[in-house]
């Protein structure tokens, strides 16, 4: 009996060695570092020109490392600057038009309607006078009755050029209408429009980098016509950069947009470079596409884009990098520039 009990406790013991072992003594931990690998990815821009003119100046190649400003192209600019001349002179003319509007009439022209006025006064008193006489003539049957209306006639016509005359002086103090001018001010906004887009007109004829990067494709040759879409240059940016990594589905919960990580590679196997995780893919991608079973349920994987600083242009496009990443607990959202300071 005794021999009995001895034995099952040798193998109760036995039992609970290999448990031990085959669980460890860390079954149902989480690590406390999660490691997803992928490879360096650099976003792109394509440069073109707004306008087509022939291209006369490219003075950057490929690899050469720009900055924001950097004049990158050149096109013909002489049209464009005929044009912005053209444009200015309409402006200044316009200008002018409406200065003049605004004056009112001068003090000549004012002087000019009164003697104006007073001639035609002149002359309707001179016109009365004569029909006056002749009226008294054919009652007296000196005068024609032909002659009496004809002066009667020149009468009316004197009094109708005084009364030209004097709405003339009229006009002439009260100066222009408050619609001449306002339509004088919108000429002159809508010339000073012509302006602006002619002088953005030629600031299109040159192509300046619009971010720091490295041109990676140089795609047009001076002589060649440019046109609006035709891509000139294609600027890769290289800071930051972002690896495409798949993170399982099992560490889904683990991980967050904005989560603060580390890269690694292996040309740099001893350098981290700092990152964060800027995407994470709202579905899933695996093979088979439904799920059976809990094993195939482990092979769900989630497309995860992880920003990486890269200020010293070590990162290439399509380098194979590592990214680790801390407990949730123990890691903390980048700054607002995670590139910005040691």
């Known amino acids: 009996m005794s021999r009995r009990l001895l034995l099952l406790a040798l193998v109760a013991v036995a039992v609970a060695v290999g448990a031990w072992w085959w669980l460890g003594p860390d079954r149902g931990q989480q690590p406390e570092q999660i490691a997803l690998y992928g490879n360096v990815d650099i976003r792109q821009v394509d440069l073109a020109f707004k306008t087509s003119e022939r291209i006369v100046g490219m003075h950057v190649r490929e690899g050469q490392a720009v900055h924001s400003g950097d004049l990158l192209a050149q096109l013909d600019a002489a049209r464009a600057e005929h044009s912005l001349q053209r444009a200015e ?17 001068r003090p000549e022209e ?45 009468l009316e016509a004197a009094r109708g050029r005084a009364g030209s005359a004097a709405a003339a002086l009229k006009l002439a103090r009260a100066g222009p209408r408050p619609e001449e001018i306002a339509r004088a001010r919108a000429l002159l906004r809508a010339a000073a429009a012509e302006v602006a887009l002619a002088r953005q007109t030629l600031v299109e004829t040159r192509l300046h980098a619009p971010v720091d990067g490295v041109i990676r494709d140089r795609l047009a040759e001076p002589g ?16 930051p950069v972002w690896v495409r990594a798949y993170l399982p589905e099992t560490e889904l919960g683990r991980i967050h947009p904005g989560l603060a990580v580390q890269v690694q590679t292996d040309s740099f196997p001893d350098k981290r470079y700092r990152g964060w995780v800027g995407y994470i893919s709202p579905t899933a991608e695996f093979t088979p596409k439904t799920v059976e079973t809990t094993e195939v349920r482990s092979d769900l994987v989630y497309q995860v884009r992880v920003y990486v600083c890269n200020p010293e242009n070590e990162l290439r496009l399509g380098m194979p990098a590592t990214v680790l990443i801390a407990h949730p607990n123990a890691a903390e959202r980048p700054p607002a520039d995670p590139c910005a300071g040691p």
């Open 224 to 239: 060649d016509m440019a046109a609006p879409g035709k891509p000139v240059y294609s600027l890769a940016l290289v800071d």
């Open 89 to 105: 002179a309409q402006m200044a003319a316009q200008a002018q038009q409406l200065a003049a509007l605004e004056a009112g009439s």
């Open 110 to 154: 004012i002087e000019r309607a009164q003697a104006e006025l007073q001639a035609a006064q002149a002359e309707a008193q001179n016109a009365q006078a004569n029909a006056r006489r002749l009226e008294d003539l054919g009652r007296r049957k000196l005068a024609s009755p032909e002659q009496v209306d004809n002066a009667r006639a020149l």
